[in-house]
């Protein structure tokens, strides 16, 4: 998806109610690249639409190459919605597809409980996004049905899964890399975790890791990428620093006194000292 394409369909999608970030949409899209640029093929399904947000732009990356993509959603019967996450309604949502895709997308719908989904019935897929139930039994069901579906290169990625307002989620996840020692969390950023095998991790990460690569996709500076052991793997974390995020003088000074260790040295202290009495007084 070329730069003008994907602000085209940022611009089509803004006013559409839900819960996904241009960021995210931009570590999407760059998945999406290098799971081409590495011949992985396969469907793209969502569990929890809403009215589309999200799956404007995965309709748009399995439009591209004629791929199929699955939907699930409660839609109507909210009842089931115990976690209360989001609230489908199927007519915006088929409305917000159609205006965007017309008849480009081969889409299929499955209006029921995620749950109910049987993998025999959802082809191989090779990008799959979990953002139904929030709860932990609903979350760690979804993780175990995208990893069989996933083709070996696949990705599942998570919603909401760090988020102190969801620890189910986190739960799930937790749980669903214990029973799965296959998989790891490549990456988290932008309110997403990125799931896959270790052979898909090493082909994400070592594009992660190139910052002219994060630069050209759009998530370069103020994102900073770091590494954080997570359930056995270095994680790639995407996320802007506090002291970049946090307006003022002291977390920046503070910023640059800790990446210059030649102003740590015992002959500066003195003056570090005094600057550091100003600071607090100011
Ligand atoms: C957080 S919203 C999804 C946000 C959406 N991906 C976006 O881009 O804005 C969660 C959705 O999951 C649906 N949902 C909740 N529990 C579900 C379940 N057990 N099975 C299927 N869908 C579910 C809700 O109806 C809601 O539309």
Redesign the pocket.
Known sequence: MTDAQFRGLLRQTRRIH???SAEAARLFVWIDEIQRQNGVKGGLF??????G???ALLGALAARDGERFGA????ED?Q??T?I????DRQIFESNMRRIHADSLDLRVFAK???ELDPEEIEPIRFF?V???HSRD?ALGDLRLASRCLVPLGVAVV?DAFRVEWPGVTEALYEFLAENPEYVAVASGFNKAVLCSRDAACMLAQEFDREDARNAKGLGYPIHLKRASFGGWEMRVFHVPAFVSEPGLVPRLRHFYRSHPVLQSVLLRPAVKAAKGVLKRS
């Open positions: 839900g819960w996904f969502e569990i929890g639409v809403h009215h947000k999200s799956a699930c959603d409660l839609f909210q089931a919605n976690s996450s989001g609230h489908g409980p995620s749950a996004h953002d139904g139930g609903e919603d």
